[in-house]
């Protein structure tokens, strides 16, 4: 896709959306449904976010990708103010009709950067992540810059009711009105295909996700080591990238000695998780808190049973003991009894659970309705549709 600088007729005749986060590898795995809709309606679409190998394929896709600066695990105000700059630059030059910040800095400091700007923009609320998490002096400095620069996004989208609940309820939103849910960012039915469970001896556990430890990985481990004598033909995998941008990372070197240790299997990390869901008997996520976790969509799509953590977001997916199980947070026993209960179920309730799975993606998370949110929002800010 050509972009035309010029401004004036050009910028009339078409619409110009930016989205805007902390990895441009998170837009192009969880939106590419949105991505497509603009660029096939003939939209000029901006992604602004750090480098990495997402950028050719989104390029390829008809997107416009900037480089931007963001230390998502840094607390140096310096580089936040660095970030935010270099965003209201960016708007400045760029003029977008609209901007969707995800993640928490872009959410911040993107919104007001925008606003400084003049121009609208829309915060979606990914993950309360390690602001609601963790009780410290940076938590407690995140909510107050929450507070202020959640004046002025057009809109505050939420994934889930708690993540909603907990901003009104800790007095975070200038304008209540202004929120909204959202319920998930939907999932390709067509992409993420019923597959059978595979019929074999042996059994597969899988966790999918940034190796953090706030994603549970740490009481996954525990579990597996403490069932690995009385199952031995389970098996216990992980599926993600080590040593991210995170405050929570979990460095390579730690998931080696598991591996030395014989208790998981480290399966790299891949631009496409379908293969592996398809190889898993269950996909596993002992996450502290989440927004509404992609990876739990695709499994339950896909017809996995899926075994989660009693938090928001995950429950949102996970109807305990209709399409998988449900554990309690932070606690291995409770996750090893929940790893056990699904190993000690028969096949056909295992082929139950999947189906009935399968049917909430598709009754509750279908990509297609959530597209239909943002080109409604568009059309209402900007008059121009996709």
């Known amino acids: 896709m050509k972009f035309n600088d010029t401004k004036g007729a050009s910028r009339a005749r078409t619409l110009h959306v930016a989205l805007v986060c902390n990895t441009a590898w998170a837009i192009y795995t969880y939106r590419r449904g949105l991505l497509s809709a603009l660029t096939q309606s003939g939209a000029c679409v901006t992604i602004i976010a750090p ?9 390829q896709m008809g997107c416009r990708c900037v480089e931007l600066p963001v230390a998502s695990k840094g607390t140096n105000p310096l580089d936040d103010l660095r970030t935010m700059l270099a965003l209201y630059r960016h708007y400045r030059a760029l003029k977008p009709d609209v901007v ?7 959410n911040i400091y993107g919104s007001i950067a925008a606003w400084l700007a003049r121009v609208p923009s829309v915060a979606v609320t990914t993950g ?10 940076a938590a407690e400095v995140a909510k107050r810059l929450y507070r202020f620069a959640f004046r002025f996004p057009r809109e505050v989208w939420f994934l889930n009711r708690d993540d909603e609940a907990a901003f009104k309820d800790g007095n975070l939103l200038a304008h209540p009105e202004r929120a909204r849910l959202l319920h998930g960012e939907g999932v390709d039915l067509e ?10 001896a042996e059994f597969a556990f899988v966790l999918i996700g940034r190796l953090l ?20 033909h389970a098996r216990f995998q992980l599926l993600g990238p080590v ?40 996909v596993v996520l002992p996450s502290y808190r989440e927004g509404v976790p992609r990876t739990l969509m695709e499994a339950s799509a896909m017809g996995r049973p899926i075994v989660a953590t009693d938090v928001p977001g995950c429950r949102e997916v ?18 090893g009894q929940a790893l056990a209960r699904m190993l000690d179920l028969g096949d056909a309730a295992r082929s139950a659970m999947a189906k009935r799975g399968r049917k909430k993606i598709e009754k509750e998370f279908d990509e297609r309705v959530v597209v239909q ?11 121009s549709t996709f």
């Open 191 to 200: 992409d993420f295909p019923f597959t059978p469970l595979p019929a074999r």
């Open 128 to 137: 309360l992540g390690y602001v609601f998490i963790q009780k410290s002096r």
């Open 318 to 335: 996970v109807a305990d003991s209709v399409n998988g199980l449900l554990c309690t947070v932070r606690d291995a026993h409770s996750l």
């Open 51 to 59: 480098r990495d190998r997402t950028f050719e394929p989104l390029e």
């Open 243 to 282: 040593g991210v941008d995170n405050p929570s990372a979990i460095s390579r070197e730690h998931v080696a000695k598991w591996e030395r240790e014989g208790i998981i299997e480290y399966l790299g990390e891949t631009a496409d998780v379908r293969p592996y869901i398809a190889a898993a008997d269950c």
């Open 100 to 106: 969707f910040h995800y993640t928490i800095k872009p």
């Open 373 to 383: 949110r943002y080109r409604e929002l568009i059309r209402e800010i900007t008059g």
């Open 213 to 232: 430890w706030d994603k549970g990985v740490g009481e996954y481990v525990e579990a597996a080591r403490a069932l690995r004598a009385r199952y031995p």
